[in-house]
């Protein structure tokens, strides 16, 4: 066995380790170095010289362990990469971030998009606790075991006839409120690389630090602070969002919450694989809800909402979890200089960020403190603290798992040296074993003369099917694990299909367990599953309502993919059938009836997802303009408007129009022939204008003495005609100016334009004002629909009809929004 360090030797970044085992080359991880000052790449000569790779097998998907893999890839590309579900989906959000990023710095980018569209092609995945074979020329076999830390993290297990090989990635034994805590059955390694980052260190009692940051947020918030929370993108800020919920929930917090940077993307996939989650979290995705963001938690989708953020006390989870980028370094310039605000970092620091010098200088006497924020130096008076919310494992889980698993060798990696140097000699205390403290460069040669000898399981017997597995025949699949195998085992996706005997798409397997009443994942790790007690069904079909699959699968009978259902789903404990129809305004319409009617049939209320298949949107275009060349197609849901660029003439445009419309329930804009805005024509005036300065003072000058004002004025472009764009707090205040606009479009000679926007923080704050003011207490914070301008509320108690129209004229007249 030899291995060797191309990188996470005695540092933390780049981890990258080769290993060369019966006489294949197996990469473990492939990731970059965060910091600016150091060369970011492993060491990939060191991999060139020893052979090169054979399999890349990944730990978790963040960038110190991903972050060069589209190079590795294009260099090896017959080798195959290997992680979980959830890996896969959080490496290519990742990836395609870094690529903008490289872009938007003016770097020389270490690799384009097309190598990280091969890499992604390149990827296999597989869940925790499935064994395969990456090779058909080699005995050697690999298993992923759950390793906590992130989202689809995993530790690797390796055995081949040299010795058994282990890996422990980044790991936490610790449950967080994301996911459950490491599980990792009794192996028997021969080697094994532990991770170390925290080596040295006990962490505090993560409740007890849970509750100071939630104490210390709502001190700040109280006496009219802000606190900017600069989270890893990845895991840390999904966990914040969490803490922070509960305690607004339980009426610990009372503030607004905002969502900012590739936090976003990431909420996105850990929706995504709720087989990855806890079960709470896993059990609500199930059903439809949503985990992460409500009315008190919001995504800040535009930059422009940033400026009306930070006007009041608020809350702001953003990344970089560093200060070294992203809109956390924005937020932090504007938040620094005011005493009253609070930044709270959470997670660990690189040496050379401006987190980690932000930390420092709050040991600092000097009161003129300064902290550099890319090139600019700013003042910082705020309150600066730090909470321990590591998703790492301490000192005292290493040794632990070290002492569980008893290696015959153990490599210590991912820690700063001194932080090695005192774990390995802790090691050593506990257990006699060699320890090894590798260096960046080093090369291994490990002869295991008695390799351990490891547990055998025997197969799970197969049912050797060749019909395909769905939701008609699946209780045959329950009915044989039931009778051969029992409840107690935890069954892998690729277990249940090899067990049945012929299904390849394992991610079709996945939903139709995940919808099934037949089989449940396992509580702790739900990545696995269970089939049901005959009397766990028993109770499920004595409820009434048809049992699910056969609801499902009676969906098919009722709509056929010609009818535009292209997916569909159920929440259970509601009996609500979920249809996903390409354009849902049209079904709404054309199958009103045949809902009905299958309602009647299954006792399940039929729910319509509102969000159009934007593919079909695609497929609709072509079909209407076959013989155009379309260059771009753009939807804007808040308007049901699709807009289309062509080369090319089409006669009966507003033929093709009317058609589109009927067939997908939106409208049509070819070329931007019609006006952003229905009120206000865009005619280009020529040079004869006022100074650009002047027209915006004149307009300031219109609106002084009316009940509303422009809140933003922009220069904008549309189709090479400069024009001012007047956004109010709605559209539909804005186009009550008509006749002001049109007397200011002649004095100022300036194209002049209502914007589409809404100012939802303002409409909020307008209303929670409003009903306070009529003495109607709300249960939790209005939301604002944009989708046809209303606001939705849920009112604590009873009130008068009359005090309701009321509020609702008045909110009208303010905001130009009306009550759902």
Same mark, same amino acid.
């Given at each position: 066995?030899?291995?060797?360090?191309?990188?996470?030797?005695?540092?933390?970044?780049?981890?990258?380790?080769?290993?060369?085992?019966?006489?294949?080359?197996?990469?473990?991880?492939?990731?970059?170095?965060?910091?600016?000052?150091?060369?970011?790449?492993?060491?990939?000569?060191?991999?060139?010289?020893?052979?090169?790779?054979?399999?890349?097998?990944?730990?978790?998907?963040?960038?110190?362990?991903?972050?060069?893999?589209?190079?590795?890839?294009?260099?090896?590309?017959?080798?195959?990469?290997?992680?979980?579900?959830?890996?896969?989906?959080?490496?290519?959000?990742?990836?395609?971030?870094?690529?903008?990023?490289?872009?938007?710095?003016?770097?020389?980018?270490?690799?384009?998009?097309?190598?990280?569209?091969?890499?992604?092609?390149?990827?296999?995945?597989?869940?925790?606790?499935?064994?395969?074979?990456?090779?058909?020329?080699?005995?050697?076999?690999?298993?992923?075991?759950?390793?906590?830390?992130?989202?689809?993290?995993?530790?690797?297990?390796?055995?081949?006839?040299?010795?058994?090989?282990?890996?422990?990635?980044?790991?936490?034994?610790?449950?967080?409120?994301?996911?459950?805590?490491?599980?990792?059955?009794?192996?028997?390694?021969?080697?094994?690389?532990?991770?170390?980052?925290?080596?040295?260190?006990?962490?505090?009692?993560?409740?007890?630090?849970?509750?100071?940051?939630?104490?210390?947020?709502?001190?700040?918030?109280?006496?009219?602070?802000?606190?900017?929370?600069?989270?890893?993108?990845?895991?840390?800020?999904?966990?914040?969002?969490?803490?922070?919920?509960?305690?607004?929930?339980?009426?610990?917090?009372?503030?607004?919450?905002?969502?900012?940077?590739?936090?976003?993307?990431?909420?996105?996939?850990?929706?995504?694989?709720?087989?990855?989650?806890?079960?709470?979290?896993?059990?609500?995705?199930?059903?439809?809800?949503?985990?992460?963001?409500?009315?008190?938690?919001?995504?800040?989708?535009?930059?422009?909402?940033?400026?009306?953020?930070?006007?009041?006390?608020?809350?702001?989870?953003?990344?970089?979890?560093?200060?070294?980028?992203?809109?956390?370094?924005?937020?932090?310039?504007?938040?620094?200089?005011?005493?009253?605000?609070?930044?709270?970092?959470?997670?660990?620091?690189?040496?050379?960020?401006?987190?980690?010098?932000?930390?420092?200088?709050?040991?600092?006497?000097?009161?003129?403190?300064?902290?550099?924020?890319?090139?600019?130096?700013?003042?910082?008076?705020?309150?600066?603290?730090?909470?321990?919310?590591?998703?790492?494992?301490?000192?005292?889980?290493?040794?632990?798992?070290?002492?569980?698993?008893?290696?015959?060798?153990?490599?210590?990696?991912?820690?700063?040296?001194?932080?090695?140097?005192?774990?390995?000699?802790?090691?050593?205390?506990?257990?006699?074993?060699?320890?090894?403290?590798?260096?960046?460069?080093?090369?291994?040669?490990?002869?295991?003369?008695?390799?351990?000898?490891?547990?055998?399981?025997?197969?799970?017997?197969?049912?050797?099917?060749?019909?395909?597995?769905?939701?008609?025949?699946?209780?045959?699949?329950?009915?044989?694990?039931?009778?051969?195998?029992?409840?107690?085992?935890?069954?892998?996706?690729?277990?249940?299909?090899?067990?049945?005997?012929?299904?390849?798409?394992?991610?079709?397997?996945?939903?139709?367990?995940?919808?099934?009443?037949?089989?449940?994942?396992?509580?702790?790790?739900?990545?696995?599953?269970?089939?049901?007690?005959?009397?766990?069904?028993?109770?499920?079909?004595?409820?009434?309502?048809?049992?699910?699959?056969?609801?499902?699968?009676?969906?098919?009978?009722?709509?056929?993919?010609?009818?535009?259902?292209?997916?569909?789903?159920?929440?259970?404990?509601?009996?609500?059938?979920?249809?996903?129809?390409?354009?849902?305004?049209?079904?709404?319409?054309?199958?009103?009836?045949?809902?009905?009617?299958?309602?009647?049939?299954?006792?399940?209320?039929?729910?319509?997802?509102?969000?159009?298949?934007?593919?079909?949107?695609?497929?609709?275009?072509?079909?209407?303009?076959?013989?155009?060349?379309?260059?771009?197609?753009?939807?804007?849901?808040?308007?049901?408007?699709?807009?289309?660029?062509?080369?090319?003439?089409?006669?009966?445009?507003?033929?093709?129009?009317?058609?589109?419309?009927?067939?997908?329930?939106?409208?049509?804009?070819?070329?931007?022939?019609?006006?952003?805005?229905?009120?206000?024509?865009?005619?280009?005036?020529?040079?004869?204008?006022?100074?650009?300065?002047?027209?915006?003072?004149?307009?300031?000058?219109?609106?002084?003495?009316?009940?509303?004002?422009?809140?933003?004025?922009?220069?904008?472009?549309?189709?090479?005609?400069?024009?001012?764009?007047? =956004?109010?707090?709605?559209?539909?205040?804005? *186009?009550?100016? +008509?006749?002001?606009? #049109?007397? &200011?479009?002649?004095? %100022? /000679?300036?194209?002049?334009?209502?914007?589409?926007?809404?100012?939802?923080?303002?409409?909020?704050?307008?209303?929670?004002?409003?009903?306070?003011?009529?003495?109607?207490?709300?249960?939790?914070?209005?939301?604002?629909?944009?989708?046809?301008?209303?606001?939705?509320? =849920?009112?604590?108690?009873?009130?008068?009809? *009359?005090?309701? +129209?009321?509020?609702? #004229?008045? &909110?009208?007249?303010? %905001? /130009?929004?009306?009550?759902?």
């Amino acid at each position: 066995m030899k291995l060797c360090f191309c990188g996470g030797a005695s540092e933390v970044g780049a981890s990258c380790y080769l290993a060369n085992i019966d006489g294949k080359n197996i990469l473990l991880d492939c990731g970059i170095r965060m910091s600016s000052n150091k060369d970011n790449l492993p060491d990939f000569q060191l991999i060139q010289e020893n052979g090169g790779v054979d399999v890349i097998l990944i730990s978790h998907a963040h960038m110190d362990h991903i972050g060069a893999l589209p190079i590795i890839s294009r260099i090896y590309p017959d080798a195959k990469i290997y992680m979980t579900h959830a890996a896969k989906d959080l490496t290519r959000v990742l990836l395609y971030d870094s690529l903008k990023i490289m872009e938007r710095e003016a770097e020389i980018p270490a690799y384009a998009e097309i190598h990280v569209k091969e890499m992604l092609n390149r990827i296999i995945c597989h869940t925790p606790g499935h064994t395969f074979s990456p090779f058909l020329d080699a005995d050697l076999k690999v298993t992923f075991y759950s390793a906590g830390h992130i989202a689809g993290a995993a530790s690797i297990y390796i055995v081949g006839n040299e010795g058994s090989f282990f890996y422990s990635g980044d790991f936490s034994r610790f449950r967080q409120n994301t996911i459950e805590g490491a599980s990792i059955p009794k192996l028997r390694p021969d080697v094994a690389f532990f991770e170390s980052t925290y080596g040295d260190k006990l962490h505090a009692n993560r409740e007890l630090e849970e509750s100071r940051l939630v104490e210390k947020i709502g001190s700040v918030v109280k006496n009219g602070g802000k606190v900017l929370i600069p989270a890893f993108a990845l895991g840390r800020a999904q966990e914040i969002i969490l803490i922070l919920k509960k305690a607004i929930n339980k009426g610990m917090i009372n503030t607004k919450v905002y969502v900012d940077g590739m936090v976003k993307d990431i909420c996105r996939i850990y929706k995504l694989n709720p087989n990855y989650l806890r079960e709470n979290l896993a059990k609500k995705i199930f059903k439809g809800g949503e985990i992460f963001f409500d009315d008190n938690v919001m995504p800040v989708d535009i930059p422009e909402m940033r400026e009306e953020i930070i006007k009041e006390p608020c809350v702001i989870v953003s990344s970089s979890g560093m200060l070294t980028g992203g809109p956390s370094q924005w937020y932090a310039e504007k938040l620094a200089g005011d005493e009253k605000n609070l930044i709270a970092i959470t997670g660990y620091q690189d040496e050379e960020s401006p987190g980690r010098r932000l930390l420092e200088l709050t040991d600092e006497k000097d009161d003129d403190k300064k902290l550099k924020l890319g090139d600019k130096e700013i003042q910082v008076k705020c309150a600066v603290d730090k909470f321990g919310l590591s998703a790492h494992a301490d000192m005292s889980e290493i040794l632990s798992f070290v002492n569980f698993l008893y290696p015959k060798k153990v490599f210590l990696i991912h820690g700063d040296p001194d932080v090695i140097d005192f774990l390995g000699r802790e090691v050593q205390r506990d257990i006699r074993t060699d320890v090894y403290v590798p260096q960046n460069g080093d090369v291994h040669d490990i002869d295991i003369q008695n390799p351990r000898k490891q547990l055998k399981r025997e197969p799970f017997p197969s049912m050797k099917m060749k019909d395909a597995l769905n939701e008609g025949n699946i209780e045959k699949l329950w009915r044989f694990v039931l009778d051969k195998i029992g409840v107690d085992i935890g069954l892998s996706v690729e277990d249940i299909g090899e067990i049945w005997g012929c299904v390849e798409d394992t991610d079709a397997l996945k939903d139709l367990l995940n919808n099934s009443v037949y089989f449940q994942p396992d509580k702790k790790r739900m990545f696995l599953y269970r089939p049901v007690s005959e009397e766990e069904l028993k109770s499920e079909e004595d409820k009434g309502p048809m049992e699910v699959n056969k609801m499902l699968s009676l969906v098919d009978e009722y709509f056929s993919r010609e009818s535009g259902l292209y997916k569909k789903g159920a929440r259970f404990d509601e009996k609500i059938a979920i249809l996903y129809f390409d354009f849902p305004d049209v079904a709404k319409n054309k199958y009103s009836d045949l809902f009905k009617e299958f309602e009647k049939m299954t006792g399940w209320k039929v729910e319509l997802n509102e969000n159009v298949n934007t593919s079909a949107i695609n497929d609709a275009i072509y079909k209407l303009m076959p013989n155009v060349s379309v260059n771009k197609v753009s939807y804007k849901a808040a308007d049901k408007l699709v807009s289309v660029k062509i080369d090319g003439e089409i006669e009966n445009i507003e033929e093709v129009k009317d058609k589109f419309y009927n067939e997908t329930g939106l409208k049509l804009n070819i070329n931007g022939q019609d006006a952003p805005v229905d009120t206000i024509h865009l005619v280009d005036t020529g040079d004869d204008k006022l100074e650009q300065n002047e027209a915006l003072k004149l307009i300031d000058e219109t609106f002084k003495d009316l009940p509303h004002k422009p809140y933003k004025k922009s220069i904008k472009t549309l189709n090479g005609i400069k024009y001012i764009e007047l =956004s109010f707090i709605s559209k539909v205040v804005g *186009e009550r100016y +008509k006749e002001k606009i #049109d007397e &200011l479009i002649k004095k %100022t /000679g300036w194209p002049i334009l209502v914007g589409n926007g809404c100012n939802q923080i303002e409409v909020i704050n307008i209303a929670k004002r409003v009903f306070g003011e009529m003495g109607v207490n709300l249960k939790k914070n209005p939301s604002v629909y944009l989708d046809d301008l209303t606001i939705g509320i =849920s009112i604590d108690g009873d009130a008068d009809d *009359e005090i309701i +129209k009321k509020i609702d #004229d008045t &909110l009208y007249d303010m %905001t /130009g929004l009306r009550l759902r």
